[in-house]
């Protein structure tokens, strides 16, 4: 596709519950950005996945969420036993690599999740 | 700890005027600063940035300034137009690991 689809863009999930978000990248991007915005807040780093290297986690708030990416392929991000601060806008992003890099970020619509 | 910030989280800007954005930084190691605009239910967009080898970018109505020694950057957007309601959030590029964004100033343009 011609931009970065994130599904489903809306979930309303109840507590303890465990969710599953995903984005589809933009082919040929290598680099994949997931985001989080809370109300209020900035967007804040989650995690990156750049080829078959190793994930950057550094960005996961609890061992609750996880996140997986097959290649330069989908991504989904999971969030077990969710709670109600988990409530938020779930942005993915992805990458064309290379410099400047302020054109190459293109980001997905979000998945806004709503913890009850 | 914040290591971009946009003090003020809104914006309220006439019609044809200049709307001025702030941004402070606290980590200079990081040169390359970028202005994403967002509407709701959409993803940011990139608008403009600014690498460090300047003090100055300049796209159309939009133009960003950066003070380094400051750790400042603002965005000038004139003459306002009621489109560029949005929020806007302020970006700093730290290489592979991505964009560390700014809370977002939510402007307002009044008719």
């Known amino acids: 596709g011609a931009g970065v689809s994130q599904s489903p863009s809306n979930k309303v999930t109840e507590k303890g519950k465990d969710v599953e978000l995903r984005c589809d990248p933009i082919?040929?991007?290598?680099?994949l950005y997931w985001y989080r915005q809370r109300l209020g807040q900035g967007l804040e780093f989650l995690i990156y996945f750049q080829g078959n290297s190793a994930p950057d986690k550094s960005g996961l708030p609890s061992d609750r969420f996880s996140a997986e990416r097959t290649g330069e392929s989908v991504s989904t991000l999971t969030i077990q036993r969710t709670q109600q601060e988990d409530s938020a806008v779930y942005l993915c992003?992805?990458?064309?690599?290379?410099?400047?890099?302020?054109?190459?970020?293109?980001f997905g619509s979000g998945t806004r999740l709503t913890v009850v | 700890d914040q290591q971009v910030k946009q003090n003020s989280p809104s914006l309220s800007v006439q019609e044809g005027r200049i709307s001025i954005l702030n941004c402070d930084y606290t980590n200079s190691m990081f040169d390359y600063f970028l202005w994403y605009k967002k509407y709701p239910a959409e993803g940011p967009t990139f608008l403009i940035s600014i690498s460090s080898i300047k003090d100055k970018n300049e796209d159309g109505r939009f133009t960003v300034f950066l003070n380094k020694s400051a750790k400042h950057l603002s965005l000038h957007i004139v003459p306002s137009q009621p489109g560029d309601s949005a929020v806007y959030f302020c970006?700093?590029?730290?290489?592979?690991?991505?964009?560390?964004f700014g809370k977002g100033t939510h402007l307002i343009i009044q008719p």
């Open positions: 992003a992805s990458r064309l690599l290379g410099w400047p890099p302020g054109y190459g970020y293109t």
């Open positions: 082919s040929g991007h290598t680099a």
């Open positions: 970006a700093q590029h730290r290489g592979a690991d991505g964009l560390t």
